[in-house]
């Protein structure tokens, strides 16, 4: 099958299943305990924890292995706010409208059951959430901004560098999702003066079910635990830790950037809009075309029925209508509704995302069901 939904879940690397294969045959000891079996799965968890830090320029004891961007997130919001004394009076959230939906779930039940006040700041025409507009609904009260890095629908890069010096400035926590931004994009979070950042293996070729979340400062704070148990991970989310797992990820944080700069290289996604073009075919690309990942590409077809596409190509290509958390459910995309995308377009978009191993016989498939759609219209 063709492979075009990398932004769901890129595939794991060889150099992550070598790692994954050592470390489930090796690495079966338990992280906490005095012997030496026990010691090495230690070893190579912080020579992960390294990796990870210092590919976003943090220190090692700023970073806690999660099972995942998702649970990073809760973190970044529960255990940063709830019960905290020092922000008990500060009930005010900002994110956007088209942050990943894990989000927008956290946002709705802190706002249900623990009286949070929730402002979500609307993007621009090419879906990105912009810091002058953001500054616009900060308040006195306002305890945490909540902006993604890259948006996972359009591929969009957010200006978080911006929004994380208009946080500083207010005294404000800010927290970015950059599950789709990591090892893609250059992250600094001394540069960002980001304050807690979420990232997820299996967006980098890494396996499933590991994350981490970095917390500035962390040592410092007050946070709410988020599983208690038996103080792994600076007492924050309690349970055995995961040696291979984390040994993969860091293998996909090795490997992952090279692969991505062949992606890169390929320029395809350029390619196929100007095969589109060639073709007659009336479309519009969705997102900023200067400021967005390559690997990423959003389109609409007012006069094509992409349903129909979907059916045709079901057991040939995979491709994505919206994200992969919504693409099962039959209501319109939040991300492209929040960009005002309307009738036709809306219900006419599918979303395209490559992988290192792309070629261009794969995008001519795809471009030769759209002919066959458009010709049968």
């Not at 359009?154 to 950059?178: Q, R, V, Y």
């Amino acid at each position: 099958m063709i492979y075009l939904d990398s932004a769901a879940s890129y595939p794991v690397l060889p150099e992550v299943q070598v790692a994954l294969d050592k470390s489930f045959r090796e690495l079966y000891g338990n992280s906490t305990a005095s012997h030496k079996l026990g010691l090495d799965a230690s070893e190579v968890i912080e020579s992960a924890r390294d990796v990870i830090a210092d590919k976003i320029g943090a220190l090692s004891s700023e970073v806690v292995f999660t099972s995942g961007a998702t649970e990073s997130n809760n973190i970044a919001f529960k255990s940063l706010l709830l019960d905290n004394p020092a922000l008990k009076h500060k009930k005010h959230i900002v994110t956007s409208q088209i942050e990943h939906k894990c989000v927008l779930a956290i946002c709705n039940y802190l706002a249900k059951f623990h009286g949070y006040r929730i402002s979500y700041v609307k993007p621009n025409a090419d879906g990105v959430i912009q810091a002058d507009e953001l500054a616009k609904v900060l308040q006195d009260d306002t305890a945490l901004v909540s902006i993604m890095h890259v948006n996972n629908e359009l591929g969009t890069i957010n200006p978080i560098g911006d929004i994380g010096e208009l946080c500083f400035k207010k005294g404000i926590l800010f927290h970015s999702d950059a599950a789709q931004s990591f090892c893609k994009v250059d992250i600094d979070v001394d540069e960002l003066n980001v304050d807690v950042m979420s990232f997820s293996a299996h967006k980098i070729g890494g396996p499933k079910g590991i994350g981490a979340i970095y917390i500035r400062d962390l040592r410092t704070r007050y946070l709410t635990p988020v599983v208690h148990g038996a103080g792994q991970e600076n007492g924050l989310r309690g349970g055995t830790v995961a040696s291979p797992l984390i040994d993969g990820f860091a293998a996909s944080v090795d490997a992952f950037p090279r692969y991505y700069e062949k992606l890169k290289e390929a320029k395809l996604k350029y390619q196929f809009i100007e095969h589109l073009t060639a073709m007659n075919i009336d479309f519009k690309v969705n997102g900023n075309n200067t400021n967005i990942l390559d690997s990423i590409v959003s389109i609409s077809f007012p006069e094509l029925d992409i349903p129909s596409l979907f059916r045709m190509t079901d057991d040939s290509i995979a491709i994505a209508q919206g994200s992969a958390c919504s693409s099962k459910q039959i209501e319109p995309s939040h991300v492209l509704s929040a960009i005002e995308l309307k009738g036709k377009l809306l219900e006419n978009t599918l979303r395209l995302s490559f992988t290192h191993f792309t070629i261009w016989e794969d995008l001519n498939k795809l471009l030769e069901s759209i002919r066959a759609l458009k010709n049968n219209d």
